[in-house]
């Protein structure tokens, strides 16, 4: 179980800080989730829907960072499973072309969901 904690605290790396280099700075994936969508609902740029989906993208976000609390209870698995899918989702959904970003959060939650099953099988 200690080599799934350490991917899930990678994870939790990655969904914070996967990005890209933009001229002299790394542009990582919390920038556009926390400062570009609060400029763009103070710009009053964005619908009701877009802020509404924003903050299920929030709840998830926190689902994802939280999920190393829940390794020791039975129902991790199934929580292990959906978090981290609907995050990407909703990421598709309010970010569009910045989920491209966590294809590295992804590979890692699919690597750690094989271990997960061969740990759990045998």
């Known amino acids: 179980m200690n080599k799934i904690k350490w991917h899930i605290i990678l994870m939790m790396v990655l969904s914070l800080i996967s990005g890209m280099p933009?001229?002299?700075?790394?542009?990582?994936?919390?920038?556009y989730e926390?400062?570009?969508v609060i400029f763009?609902?103070?710009?009053?740029?964005l619908t009701k829907i877009q802020i509404t989906a924003w903050i299920l993208l929030l709840i998830?976000?926190?689902?994802?960072?939280?999920?190393i609390l829940f390794t020791r209870y039975k129902y991790f698995k199934e929580?292990?499973?959906i978090i981290p899918a609907i995050f990407i989702f909703m990421y598709m959904i309010?970010?569009?072309?910045?989920?491209?970003?966590?294809?590295p959060f992804g590979i890692v939650w699919i690597i750690t969901l094989i271990?997960?099953?061969?740990l759990i099988n045998s």
Do not use: P
Not at 40 to 45: L, V
Not at 94 to 103: D, E, Q, R, S, T
Not at 115 to 118: D, G, P, S, T, V
């Open 22 to 31: 933009l001229g002299n700075s790394w542009e990582a994936i919390y920038k």
């Open 34 to 36: 926390f400062n570009g």
């Open 40 to 45: 763009s609902i103070k710009a009053g740029t």
């Open 60 to 67: 998830f976000h926190a689902g994802v960072l939280c999920l």
């Open 79 to 81: 929580l292990f499973m």
């Open 94 to 103: 309010v970010g569009g072309g910045i989920a491209i970003f966590l294809i």
């Open 115 to 118: 271990n997960l099953k061969k």
